[in-house]
T-cell receptor, first 110, second 115 residues
């Protein structure tokens, strides 16, 4: 599996935008970029995914670099409930599985 | 129904006990997964079922025995576990296509303590 690199932790202020970076320099052409988050004491939750184009949904936006070697998850207005570990994962076509890396722990200050 | 339901939420078992974890989904997903998560670590894949057949076993010890009796149910049978097996056990489901253009749905997990 291609690997991703994320900062261990980030801090944000409530009601401000948050940009969570992810590097994936060895991404292949068929790898989808997935983001999941895990709130305390819960299972991971799907956030968003994309292949080449930027994607928006009700939870977040995903900005994908033109060379696809990096991506950024954007939370437009952070709330205290967004405090979680955010995982950036490359989903390849080699097998039907999702492999988690270390993730970024997002802390949101009131 | 867009949920994966795991029971029980908490389980304490002795090292000689036999217990089972249950996972259920009614989204028509034909791939189901077991993950193990230790404290402060990311989830680690244990097993993958695709169309009710075991397709991936990530070298999991035989004291963990998965079972997929039908397309909606996934069980994990536990026997002779060790204290280091204490963890959060997560179930997930997804479409069974190889290409990755879909999200995965996770349950809230079963927190297992082996004493």
């Amino acid at each position: 599996d291609a690997k991703t690199t994320q900062p261990n932790s980030m801090e944000s202020n409530e009601e401000e935008p948050v940009h969570l970076p992810c590097n994936h320099s060895t991404i292949s052409g068929t790898d989808y970029i997935h983001w999941y988050r895990q709130l305390p004491s819960q299972g991971p939750e799907y956030v968003i995914h994309g292949l080449t184009s930027n994607v928006n949904n009700r939870m977040a936006s995903l900005a994908i670099a033109e060379d696809r070697k990096s991506s950024t998850l954007i939370l437009h207005r952070a709330t205290l409930r967004d405090a979680a570990v955010y995982y950036c994962i490359l989903r390849d076509n080699a097998g039907n599985m999702l492999t988690f890396g270390g993730g970024t722990r997002l802390m949101v200050k009131p | 129904d867009t949920e994966v339901t795991q029971t029980p939420k908490h389980l304490v078992m002795g090292m000689t006990n036999k217990k089972s974890l249950k996972c259920e989904q009614h989204m028509g997903h034909r791939a189901m997964y077991w993950y193990k998560q230790k404290a402060k670590k990311p989830p680690e894949l244990m097993f993958v079922y695709s169309y009710e057949k075991l397709s991936i076993n990530e070298s999991v010890p035989s004291r963990f025995s998965p079972e997929c009796p039908n397309s909606s149910l996934l069980n994990l049978h536990l026997h002779a576990l060790q204290p280091e097996d204490s963890a959060l056990y997560l179930c997930a489901s997804s479409q069974a296509r190889v290409e990755g253009n879909y999200g995965y749905t996770f349950g809230s997990g079963t927190r297992l303590t082996v004493v």
